[in-house]
């Protein structure tokens, strides 16, 4: 049947609400070998792709599709249930049309009325659909593509604001260390994104889950996949030296296991860690009101520290801001007096 033809004759409400039909029959198990679950899965991909016609406008035709089109669509789908039908079934259907579900789902996120964007509204009346897609991470056949539309989810500063809040999110600490590197790069960046998205909302959620955060934040600096390691040290600096998280950043450089910590990374074998937590380490060296047990900890250290950082990098002779800082760093450290008190 012709893609104009699926459409045809139904309304647009009327032709989602055969589109979830198609797929409960596919969720039934028992019916894998039956014929009409064959005929399920390719009127599925037919009807994917008539809804996506039907929203971005036909592929072959230059027309905009209808804006009463667009939003009758729209309306069925939201109250078809058909967004959340759609992820629940992203096992079950094929490659492509798993596509096709990350292009219609992303689409409709963006589209705009007035001043509103309904599909936003329905995440936010059914966050379900949020914790459906941080739980994909867990299936290796659907996680890049819950990635891709969690990441345009988190674009929406109202919804990031509904993953940091809930308990769902840190199940991002073990996403992130998931032994496929393609699944845990995936997560890590969508991690990355809900931290560095919305400056403020951030800001405001690690000062209020600070102990909590930075103690699951500790394992990731300690994990045993370099990858990790390496992506979560750079973030930290990112983090540290935002202006918005100025507060965080006061706070995370007076424990002296922190700085312990990345006196540590300074000394790994690899460079890039070495170089990683060299940007972290020169927050706790530049800081103008030390306290003492910071300070004790760097006169302990005095010497070695002066040496180990005159070579430090020292083939960088072209990056003209490491030099800067490595100098300025020799100096503070130099110049370091007891603190009495």
Known sequence: MPLSSLLASRSKTDHVKQLKEFFTVIENEQDKEKKNYEE??????????????????????????????????????????????????????????????????????????????PAVDHIIQ??????????????????????????ECIRVQELADIILRS????????????????????????????????????????????????????????SDNYVTRRQSLKLLGELLLDRYNFSIMTKYITNPDNLKQQMNFLKEKSKNIQFEAFHVFKIFVANPTKPKAITDILLRNQEKLIDFLTTFHADRTDDEQFNDEKAYLIKQITELKDIKV
Not at 82 to 100: A, H
Not at 128 to 142: H, M, R, S, V
Not at 202 to 215: I, K, S
């Open 40 to 117: 399920a899965m390719k009127n599925i991909h037919k009807a994917l792709l008539a809804l996506k016609d039907s929203l971005f406008g036909a592929h072959d035709n230059n027309n905009e599709p209808a804006i009463t089109d667009i939003s009758q669509l729209r309306s069925g789908i939201y109250l078809q249930g058909l967004i959340i039908t759609m992820i629940n079934n992203l096992g079950r259907v094929s490659f492509e049309d798993r596509k096709e579900i990350v292009a219609i789902f992303n689409n409709l996120l963006r589209r705009q009325v007035g001043t509103k964007y």
């Open 126 to 151: 059914g966050p379900g659909i949020l914790f459906k897609l941080i739980e994909g991470y867990e299936n290796a056949d659907i996680a890049l593509y819950c990635g891709m539309m969690l990441r």
């Open 167 to 222: 308990s769902e999110f840190y199940k991002f600490f073990d996403y992130v260390q998931k032994s496929t590197f393609d699944i845990a790069s995936d997560a890590f960046a969508t991690f990355k994104d809900l931290l560095t998205k919305h400056k403020s909302l951030c800001a405001d959620f690690l000062e209020q889950n600070y102990d909590q955060f930075f103690t699951k934040y500790r394992d990731l600096l300690n």
